[in-house]
Nanobody, 116 residues
Framework: QVQLVESGGGLVQPGGSLRLSCAASGSISSIYVMGWYRQTPGNQRELVATMIRSGTTNYADSVKGRFTISRDNAKNTVDLQMNNLKPEDTAVYYC??????????WGQGTQVTVSS
């Protein structure tokens, strides 16, 4: 089992910035993918950004140029720097970790609210 603990959510005004952090513990050997998804009420969880162990990244089109994912393989942490936040970025953000094979491991979620 892999345990994921997120931090860094909160309330921010449009145009502001937040940084989310996620730390993995437990059976952390060979974690291949780490990243972030988000979910709003009544909607499916959607990709925000992921990074595989080699450093290759994948971003949702809606966040490209505004969000940056970073990862420390030695510490098994993944961060998400979110700049120029928009009201439509409001969601619960979930940290993801996955080895070469399923299952996906998820954090408990952290609320990000973008509002004036």
């Amino acid at each position: 089992q892999v345990q994921l603990v997120e931090s860094g959510g909160g309330l921010v005004q449009p145009g502001g910035s937040l940084r989310l952090s996620c730390a993995a513990s437990g059976s952390i050997s060979s974690i291949y993918v780490m990243g972030w998804y988000r979910q709003t009420p009544g909607n499916q969880r959607e990709l925000v950004a992921t990074m595989i162990r080699s450093g290759t990244t994948n971003y949702a089109d809606s966040v490209k140029g505004r969000f940056t994912i970073s990862r420390d393989n030695a510490k098994n942490t993944v961060d998400l720097q979110m700049n120029n936040l928009k009201p439509e970025d409001t969601a619960v953000y979930y940290c993801l970790a996955r080895k070469l094979m399923p299952p996906n491991y998820w954090g408990q979620g952290t609320q990000v609210t973008v509002s004036s």
